[in-house]
């Protein structure tokens, strides 16, 4: 690729292009106080768009955190909903908190358990996001496959690994580097390089 | 945001998910050979990928060059047709050939003239791509609002102007940011910061 863009306009681009939004603010400053992580506002902004081209009917995530993710996800949604799985009770009561301070919870499903095997009571998923334990991404998508509808989309996040994807030393590393290799071949795949790397894959 | 990758970060991107294709390829060249600027093929892959997310009938391109960007959408076409106009005659039958090559005509119209003007006579575009002469962005989108379709993407190319774009001495920059300004706040919109920065934006 030719460019490569320093923080000047990154930062011009972020500040340009983030949904405004007094829940995500405070979801963020949540997250802060609490080292949580979560995805950044700019990755935040590209789910939200992609949902809106998409319209998807049924979005499902696997590892929501406290919902930061999902979200940017309810809010781009006109009819569908997406279902906030992870496996901690707290984060998901801590979602619906915020979910029900958006006015967004008629839009959600919220689950407590193991992510991958939550998700396969779901048929037709239009839109899978992967956000669960590294290791899993490939598990996830294999297992799941039968359960996306005929044009689904899959994202994931931290495909780049905070920059040390080629690494030779670091198991997560090697693993996520089979799963981008295995979403390339088995379907349309680009990684956008913001944030910790966004896959977006289409089947 | 909060990481910028390397080259070879960005590498491994772009030599994992290019679309492959022997007509691209040598499009590329001749692009190169003739100083002929194109989209990098990272956006390319980017095109194609929001194409078949999108699922559009109609595509219209404003400043089609030689018609490498059209041919990206043209593969992920399933029943719609992309527009290609130039000014240049011979560029569009250099399109018209590398199209007749790849087997993808029948997806096509090819255009020669002003791109603004032709394109007014298309209604319900439902993706608008524009690379055409960068003080035009804004003219361009706003002469053509009323004929996008009720969800259309508007795509456009060279936002971030060579990484250029925040200079206050060029007038170019000036008012490509003047129309990502608009953009802004008229659409849900986010760039895409690769290639030369790739604007895409939802009604």
């Not at 995500?24 to 979560?38: H, T």
């Not at 506002?41 to 809106?52: A, D, H, P, V």
């Amino acid at each position: 690729m030719s460019a490569i863009f320093g923080k000047e306009i990154l930062d011009y681009i972020y500040n340009l292009f983030s949904l405004e939004d007094e829940v995500l603010k405070e979801m963020e400053r949540f997250g802060k106080e609490n080292d949580f992580p979560i995805i950044d506002r700019y990755s935040g902004s590209f789910l939200n768009l992609i949902t809106k081209i998409k319209k998807p009917e049924l979005v499902v995530e696997l590892g929501s955190g406290f919902g930061y993710s999902a979200y940017y996800f309810a809010k781009a949604l006109e009819n569908g909903k997406v279902v906030l799985i992870d496996y901690q009770e707290r984060n998901i009561e801590r979602a619906r908190y915020f979910f029900e301070k958006g006015g967004l919870t008629d839009k959600a499903e919220f689950r407590v358990g193991d992510a991958v095997e939550i998700a396969k009571e779901y048929k037709d998923i239009d839109i899978l996001f992967l956000d669960l334990e590294k290791l899993r991404y490939l598990e996830a998508v294999k297992t799941l496959e039968e359960n996306l509808s005929e044009d689904a989309i899959i994202i994931a996040d931290n495909v780049l690994w905070h920059g040390n994807i080629l690494s030779e030393t670091d198991r997560k590393a090697e693993r996520l580097r089979e799963f981008n290799s295995y979403m390339s071949e088995r379907y349309r795949s680009i990684i956008i390089p913001v944030g910790d790397g966004l896959l977006l894959s289409v089947k």
